[in-house]
């Protein structure tokens, strides 16, 4: 199974920027659909991008369109998350998820693989 490793979150001020990752072991992810998801306390888990193997065709939460960018180097087997314009309200763990096959879309339910997340903290 591929594992999944996300790094780069931390604490910004609100209007910063953070550069998430999203790196893989065990098996090459070259093939696979990536996307981002984040939860925030007492909030459920929300689709934020994704990125498709097959047509390279990226997908943004409508909330982030403009803002975060999905990008991934297949030579190094990761995939990454551009956040700028940073929010408080976007303070939540992000998770990145894999999936191969049929497209998973948008719903976290429709992914196989998971990280452990990165948490973001955004200060106001």
């Known amino acids: 199974q591929v594992q999944l490793v996300e790094s780069g979150g931390g604490v910004v001020q609100a209007g910063g920027s953070l550069r998430l990752s999203c790196a893989a072991s065990?098996?090459?992810?070259?093939?696979?659909?990536i996307g981002w998801f984040r939860q925030a306390p007492g909030k459920e888990r929300e689709f934020v991008a994704a990125i498709y193997w097959s047509s390279g065709r990226l997908d943004y939460a409508d909330s982030v369109k403009g803002q975060f960018t999905i990008s991934r180097d297949n030579a190094k087997n990761t995939v990454y998350l551009q956040m700028n314009s940073l929010k408080p309200e976007e303070t939540a763990v992000y998770y990145c998820a894999a999936d191969e096959g049929r497209l998973p879309g948008r719903e976290s339910k429709k992914y196989d693989y998971w990280g452990q997340g990165t948490q973001v903290t955004v200060s106001s």
């Open positions: 065990g098996r090459t992810f070259i093939n696979y659909h």
